[in-house]
């Protein structure tokens, strides 16, 4: 029977790794994400879980460490966050590149400067580009859940990539909620044993891993990366279905919330995604026609489920805790690429709010709400919002 | 009389057909240091291929790994410049997890060691990672076109120390990163050149066969670094040692006191002069216009000798 536990978010996320049963650990400890390297470490201190724990010197050294374990041959986790995932940066593109299904659960925390432990993506959206899978967990049941699938799609043959599950620092690494452990011996079932069949280092059968890519060869070996995450859409909808049959909880790339007769939609990630839902309510009993949707799945872009978003409604807002300096936020951006050559598509309009932990209101969302209206009536109004500034400080 | 030597086992790891230069000190380091190996892990396993090697960035791993070619015929990974030891140390890890017996052998150059690579360097010894590194010391960054390291001596060209009107080459003396490695008093620390390749072989093994981290820092010239011609590798890797600029010793356990050395001269006073070790070679030419900085840099030497507990002459 599966256990329900109270229990923070980095806790669940300790717990998911206890239950993919990783042969290999290698973390350091960085804030809000801690608490995971130091549960690992009790569960490994109990015996409740048979890996080798290698407490790095860096987070540089945690992700190499992760390269080779699972370069070697075997399932391999890490957890971070913002400096500590941006010290990886270098060896996130290798990972992926190798084609090593390593997964990392990362409590998503601004980066400096100024020096900021409080909530925003920009950690993980900044390493969007290095061929890792994304996901965004609403909340703690959600980090462990996706934890769990992010292994089985990083180890899916047709797929072979690394993947990260990313939850908002404190609003959920931190916050206790109810969680639902699911039966190790289904968790079992569900992921099976990680056998690779394409990278380890077997003395028995010698070969070389992380070779020079001359230009001759350098083009295709990136084309590989670029076909595997394509496979990748196709393989998390899969498992999704997989992890409904066996878990009953269902996950969606785009999760929507009182979409289908909606004017505007406001589309987020994260746990923001649970206090639109609440913000939808109150502004449909107002007789507003609002909608929310919710980002599970950042990488690969969900191409589709965007196109299919933006035909019901007529203002797209984009909500994101996140800043591409020189553009706006790179989920509207993104999401601009997804529907540029569709022949009807929505005013899409971008809200950069939260960032640094910064609370993001209620106040804040009618503003949102207000803004897109303007632009539904035809008013001119910018592409990328600022909301919640604090222009008397400026 | 002949002179009894090691036997040196014909298997090998290390395939002709890699890229290196003509005369490449490092290339020889591969080939005797993966031959020693294979020795110890018959030794010890029963298996002569039962190691790995992970291979930081650098001329080494370039010359032996392009794709679709591979010099090596061991289980080889190459990750980055900095991180050879923890990359070693993930694939230890995994391996005892698997229950895969063996040892695993990291190599990085002196960029790749001394420099960038030092912090994970330190992580993996003090975590006692069971892992051999292995550093080949050509006292420059090679693979990018000879820029100094910390790893590069006094008085030494290279292209980012040139000497000048106002420079008589590196300024700083060299970084002893064996001193480094035994300050973490992991069980085994040698030195050792080429130009004695049976007292390199003889140290790779025992590196190999202790339980736990050991660190073997080779001198291997460069010949396109030092300005060398290729058949003098060898020869001038053993004025190093003839000459006292490159001490050979090993250090157990971060004991300090009771250091071993190897061929060290009885009465301390070493034979041939510094002189002859750098009129070999191009990167100390303009050295020979500026006797004062030889006389700083045999200073230098006889500190690190003092330091290493033995009073020596350099004549």
New interface residues.
Partial sequence: MPMRKVMKGNEAAAWAAKLAKPKVVAAFPITPSTLVPEKISEFVADGEMDAEFIKVESEHSAISACVGASAAGVRTFTATASQGLALMHEILFIAAGMRLPIVMAIGNRALSAPINIWNDWQDTISERDTGWIQFYAENNQEALDLILIAFKVAEDERVLLPAMVGFDAFILTHTVEPVEIPDQEVVDEFLGEYVPKHAYLDPARPITQGALGFPAHYMEARYTVWEAMENARKVIKEVFDEFEKKFGRRYHMIEEYKTDDAEIILLTMGSLAGTLKEFVDKKREEGVKIGAAKMTVYRPFPIEEIKALAKKTKVLAILEKDISFGIGGAVFADTSRALINEKEKPIVLDFILGLGGRDVTFENLEEVVEISKKALEGEKVEEVNWIGLRKEIL | MAVRKPPITTREYWAPGHAACAGCGPAIVMKLATKAFSEAMEEKYG?P????I??ATGCM??VS????Y?A?????????F??A??????????????G?K?KILAIGGDGGTADIGL??L??ML??RHNVVYLMYDNEAYMNTGIQRSSSTPYGAWTTTSPPGKYSIGEDKPKKWVALIAAAHQIPYVATASIGDPHDFYRKMKKAASVDGPAFVQVLAPCVPGWRTPPEKTVEVARLAIETGIWPLFEIENGDFHNIKFQRFPKDGKFKKPIEDYLRLQGRFKHLFKRPEAIQELKNQIKELWRILGKEVELP
Wanted: proline fraction near 4%; charged fraction near 20%.
């Fill in positions: 298996d291929n039962a190691f790995a992970a291979h791993e370039v790994g392009v794709f679709p591979t090596w015929k061991a289980p080889w990974i190459h990750v980055a900095e991180n030891a923890a990359v070693a140390s993930g694939v230890e890890a995994a391996w005892k997890k698997l895969r063996g912090q994970a330190s992580g003090e975590r």
